[in-house]
């Protein structure tokens, strides 16, 4: 690599490895001495340290270039390196470690050292050596053996604790088969439940064939009802299945329930491996899926089922309060209509009363006698035309009759509910009006006054003595949005007004229904009602309803 050309000036043998022990580079001088060189390994072969103390069981530690290329610190060393012809070269090695590359430096000291007397006692060590190694081999063989029984309670301890972690039935399934990827370098793995025609595949690194119903040859199934692992090497992945370019390791793991087959893990790799300690590892990992995705599915149902409970807990609640209302406001309708017509019948002599009397005042010749009775007459008048005003209004805002969606002016809407609530105001209350221009609304009128009664009554009584209410009204982005704002008290606990049964009143005074019911007919309304509060100092609400 051109990078590492500077190299070339070294004295000393240079040679450059990446971290996946791949021969990068190698200078002149490299090449110069050790021209037998073909392989990394080959290399490392006949390179030795120069004096070798061997204590301890992992061969790899007395190999200086192993060891170069594991140290995580710059590394030195005295070696010898044997040539072809058998004979002995000394050489001084230095490695350290840049981002992916390890830089081994080598340089010649044979001159220094060779003498008779170290070659001698070099051989001698040399045989020791050997010695130890050969029992070192034995020892490996024991380490591997320990190393595999600590990987297989490593994998079970991992995946048991991934199943623990999680009761979702997907997750458990997708950490148990990215384990096994891991473990078995799988191109392909899933897990597929059994049902009545076959198998289903649940979960799988190969999203497309999620849901995909397959079946599998009769040798396999006769093992899996037998609770046995199936492998062997296939051209088919299972019955109708394209097959593969070439022959692949198939791998099924039943997952059982007790006596019930439940469903299958499917592992597919290209590598070539016998199965010993990886059986023993599959069945603990079964035994624990199997319990584990029935715990899962258990959970799953019940939390459905709470779902469920409170979906229609909460559907309760609300025709509960339909009811609530629709009945309040039927006795509100028969009430008014009962009190509109005792009311009229009365009114309706006095208007009469009223007509006769002006013309008998025009007969009345002293002008003063006159004049006052014109002033009673007229105060008689505007009177009659309230309380025909009033009656008009009350018949208006239960209007029971108006069950369908209609074209409303909320403006005047809003009017007619600050004329009934004329008496909370009166001498307490300045309202002051900020209505906007707006278009004709669809909605349910005497349903919306319902809720600006509520919201207004409330609002009124929050004000001790004096104070402000401020209406806004405009239409925005095909929304109608209507504010309320008061001087009143506040509200302590703005996350409870919603709620059916809850009221800031004294016992008697309030049913802690009034807002409960006004959010649900904003809801009606595909709308949404929200509130802005400090203690002391006033509320605002904001209804918001889409139109358009």
Do not use: W
């Not at 409870?496 to 959010?519: D, N």
């Amino acid at each position: 690599m051109e990078k590492f050309e500077f190299f070339n000036r070294f004295n000393s043998a240079v040679m450059v490895v990446r971290d996946d022990k791949t021969v990068v580079f190698k200078n002149n001088v490299f090449k110069r001495y050790f021209s037998d060189f073909t392989t990394l390994k080959g290399f490392s072969h006949k390179l030795n340290y120069e004096i070798c103390a061997l204590n301890s069981g992992d061969v790899l530690t007395h190999n200086p270039i192993s060891q170069a290329l594991i140290s995580k610190e710059d590394f030195s060393s005295h070696v010898s390196y044997q040539t072809k012809n058998n004979d002995y070269m000394y050489f001084d090695l230095n490695a350290t470690s840049r981002k992916k590359y390890h830089i081994i430096i080598l340089t010649d000291v044979t001159d220094k050292i060779g003498s008779k007397s170290l070659l001698e006692e070099n051989k001698e060590l040399r045989s020791k050596n050997r010695s130890l190694e050969t029992e070192n081999k034995s020892l490996q063989k024991i380490k591997q053996l320990a190393q595999s029984q600590a990987m297989k309670l490593l994998l079970l301890n991992k995946v048991s604790n991934l199943i623990r972690l999680s009761i979702n039935t997907s997750e458990i399934l997708k950490s148990t088969l990215k384990e096994l990827e891991l473990m078995f370098n799988t191109f392909k793995s899933y897990y597929a439940a059994k049902i009545d025609e076959g198998f289903e595949i649940k979960v799988s690194s190969d999203k497309k064939e999620q849901g995909k119903i397959i079946n599998f040859d009769n040798e396999l199934k006769k093992k899996l009802l037998d609770k046995q692992i199936g492998y062997n090497y296939c051209l088919r992945e299972y019955e109708d299945a394209k097959p593969f370019p070439e022959r692949v390791q198939r791998i099924v793991v039943p997952v059982y329930n007790k006596e019930k087959l439940i469903g299958v893990l499917v592992l597919l790799t290209r590598q070539t491996r016998k199965l010993n300690d990886e059986i023993e590892i599959l069945d603990g990992i079964s035994s624990q899926l199997g319990n584990a995705l029935l715990q899962s599915e258990l959970y799953e149902k019940n939390a459905s089922m709470v779902k469920e409970l409170t979906k229609t807990l909460d559907e309760l609640k609300a025709t509960q309060l339909q009811l609530i209302n629709s009945e309040k406001m039927a006795s509100l309708g028969q009430l008014v209509a009962g009190i509109a017509h005792e009311i009229n019948t009365p009114l309706a002599s006095i208007k009469s009363n009223n007509e006769i009397a002006i013309k008998l005042i025009k007969r009345v010749k002293e002008e003063d006698v006159a004049e006052v009775l014109n002033e009673i007459n007229t105060i008689d008048t505007e009177a009659i035309s309230r309380i025909n005003k009033l009656v008009t209004g009350l018949r208006k805002f239960v209007r029971l009759d108006e069950a369908e969606l209609q074209d409303a002016d909320i403006n005047k809407e809003l009017d007619l509910t600050l004329d009934l609530i004329r008496h909370e105001t009166k001498n307490k209350v300045t309202v002051i009006k900020k209505y906007s221009e707006l278009p004709l609304v669809k909605c349910y009128p005497n349903m919306l006054n319902q809720v600006f009664m509520n919201i207004l009554v409330n609002a009124c009584q929050s004000i001790k003595e004096q104070g402000e209410i401020i209406i806004f009204t405009e239409y925005c982005n095909n929304n109608l949005i209507v504010r309320i704002k008061d001087t009143g008290c506040g509200i302590d606990d703005i996350n409870k007004i919603f709620f059916a049964g809850y009221t800031t009143k004294g016992v008697g005074v309030g049913t802690g229904l009034g807002l409960a019911i006004s959010k649900k007919i904003i809801e009606k309304h595909n709308g949404k009602i929200s509130v802005k509060s400090e203690v002391g100092k006033g509320s605002e609400f904001i209804i918001t309803i889409p139109s358009g």
